[in-house]
């Protein structure tokens, strides 16, 4: 991993939802990184080689940003998500799939955040870092071919070193008169 790189973990939609028809033939485009948990069997992922991919309750799924994976449904099966950001870290998109084996502390996890989403708390702060944990599990399977640590964006640093009169030392806030 590049020197300086600082992973920022940003939690978006975290939910259940009955799967159906309007799940079938599905693209599932964007920029953020996808956790399934399946309750019972009936859905399917496609990718750009046309394989479906079913989804099995024993494993949770972790798709890539921009993943553009196609959804496949039979039947009407829930499915537990979580979608979440990691700025300076990306998917590679040619590994936009990635099942995990459920075993161990994940099965902790998995049922303490279900156990938040179920009883409608996932966006208190128990809600938020139970969400947290079980990305960064997931995130943390990964091989590191599957991870791209994006580097520091160079225009926020030249702005930083503008804003700090040429330093690269952070400058100390100044004390409110108040």
Known sequence: MAD???PILRIGLHDRVRLGSFWD???LPGSYWRLY?????????S?????????????????SPNCNLMG??????????????LAGMAGN???PLHEIPISGCCKELLAEWKKCIDDGSQDAAQGILRAMALAVFALGRLSEEALQARPPDRRIEKQILRN???????????????
């Open 93 to 95: 998109p040619e590994i």
């Open 37 to 45: 948990w399946m309750q019972e069997s009936g859905a399917a992922l």
């Open 72 to 85: 496949h449904c039979a039947g009407t099966p829930v499915q537990y998500y979580l979608h979440f950001e």
């Open 47 to 63: 990718g750009r080689d046309g394989k479906l991919r079913q989804l099995s309750p024993d494993c949770i799924y972790l798709l």
């Open 4 to 6: 300086g790189l600082e």
């Open 164 to 178: 700090n009169g040429g330093s690269h030392r952070r400058r100390p806030l100044p004390e409110s008169g108040g």
């Open 25 to 27: 033939h599905l693209e």
